[in-house]
């Protein structure tokens, strides 16, 4: 089994910046694509970056030139900086991953993380 814990959401001023931690643990043999994604009451959870194994990126037009997505892959971690935050950037982040087991390196699951609310003042 493998478990995704994030950290660094929190309440933050418009134009103001969050950092998010994300790190992967378990049986994993390898990560190819991590990626967060962002939700809002009612709506769908939609991509705001991904990022390779071998580095990357993709970013949704509304987050580009604010958002940077990193990883360390010693360290099975993935990063979202994020900075000159909107109101608009309010939602609960998920943080996803997709890993090939220890046991099985053949298979890729999806796994995603519990959650973590960001919220941005105006």
């Known amino acids: 089994q493998v478990q995704l814990v994030e950290s660094g959401g929190g309440l933050v001023q418009a134009g103001g910046s969050l950092r998010l931690s994300c790190a992967a643990s378990?049986?994993?043999?390898?990560?190819?694509?991590m990626g967060w994604y962002h939700q809002t009451p009612g709506k769908q959870r939609e991509l705001v970056a991904s990022i390779t194994s071998r580095g990357s990126t993709n970013y949704a037009d509304s987050v580009k030139g604010r958002f940077t997505i990193s990883r360390d892959n010693a360290k099975n971690t993935v990063y979202l900086q994020m900075n000159s935050l909107k109101p608009e950037d309010t939602a609960v982040y998920y943080c996803?991953?997709?890993?090939?087991?220890?046991?099985?390196?053949?298979?890729?699951?999806?796994?995603w993380g519990q959650g973590t609310q960001v919220t941005v003042s105006s």
């Open positions: 378990g049986s994993i043999f390898s990560i190819d694509a």
């Open positions: 996803n991953a997709k890993v090939r087991p220890g046991s099985s390196p053949q298979l890729l699951y999806d796994y």
